[in-house]
T-cell receptor, first 119, second 113 residues
Framework: GAVVSQHPSWVICKSGTSVKIECRSLDFQATTMFWYRQFPKQSLMLMATSNEGSKATYEQGVEKDKFLINHASLTLSTLTVTSAHPEDSSFYIC???????????????FGNGTRLTVT | AQTVTQSQPEMSVQEAETVTLSCTYDTSENNYYLFWYKQPPSRQMILVIRQEAYKQQNATENRFSVNFQKAAKSFSLKISDSQLGDTAMYFCAFMNTGNQFYFGTGTSLTVIP
């Protein structure tokens, strides 16, 4: 089945530094990838939609200068948390849809998530 | 904007019994897709079942089935013969014509041996 690899699985960084999270589709091409944030025992909150070769679309309330998204190829999207602060500590999950399947009924394939802790 | 509501934050069921998780959604669109995802303690999101809004027949995947009531905007998940491995968070999700997914708040299901 379709596999999405997300790296790293966990990261600890100091306040003020930047952290990059990678999301790769291993056996399919994805023109669109999605980035979610999940707080403990809560649902997934859509942060942004990453479009290959164009700018990401951010959800209301998500700072695009804070959370930089780059979708440089059909298999890779990156999320960079810039000047991280402790309130950015969370679980970040990426997902992708196989462009080769009918977009209307193809489900999202999820990465395993990245646990970010900012100290 | 679409909203997805799961009114049961926590549920439990005895092993081998049947449990139903509820989900309602709000949309003005006529064509859309609905999904149930499972998130075990590993936090990996796993697709359980999906339903096309234009299909009246309820989707079924082995022990998992849905009760889709389009007029009522309801999409409940029934798990039959519950197994210990079914213990997880369950998220109902809505996909609109813009291919964006929106998730409900989740239901934590515990299967009791």
């Amino acid at each position: 089945g379709a596999v999405v690899s997300q790296h790293p699985s966990w990261v600890i960084c100091k306040s003020g530094t930047s952290v990059k999270i990678e999301c790769r589709s291993l056996d399919f091409q994805a023109t669109t990838m999605f980035w979610y944030r999940q707080f403990p025992k809560q649902s997934l909150m859509l942060m942004a939609t990453s479009n290959e070769g164009s700018k990401a679309t951010y959800e209301q309330g998500v700072e695009k200068d804070k959370f930089l998204i780059n979708h440089a190829s059909l298999t890779l999207s990156t999320l960079t948390v810039t000047s991280a602060h402790p309130e950015d500590s969370s679980f970040y999950i990426c997902s992708a849809r196989d462009r080769g399947t009918s977009s209307y009924n193809s489900p999202l394939h999820f990465g395993n998530g990245t646990r970010l802790t900012v100290t | 904007a679409q909203t997805v509501t799961q009114s049961q934050p926590e549920m439990s069921v005895q092993e081998a019994e049947t449990v139903t998780l509820s989900c309602t959604y709000d949309t003005s669109e006529n064509n859309y897709y609905l999904f149930w995802y499972k998130q075990p303690p590993s936090r990996q999101m796993i697709l359980v079942i999906r339903q096309e809004a234009y299909k009246q027949q309820n989707a079924t995947e082995n022990r998992f089935s849905v009760n889709f009531q389009k007029a009522a905007k309801s999409f409940s998940l029934k798990i039959s013969d519950s197994q210990l491995g079914d213990t997880a968070m369950y998220f109902c999700a809505f996909m609109n014509t813009g291919n964006q997914f929106y998730f409900g708040t989740g239901t934590s299901l515990t299967v009791i041996p």
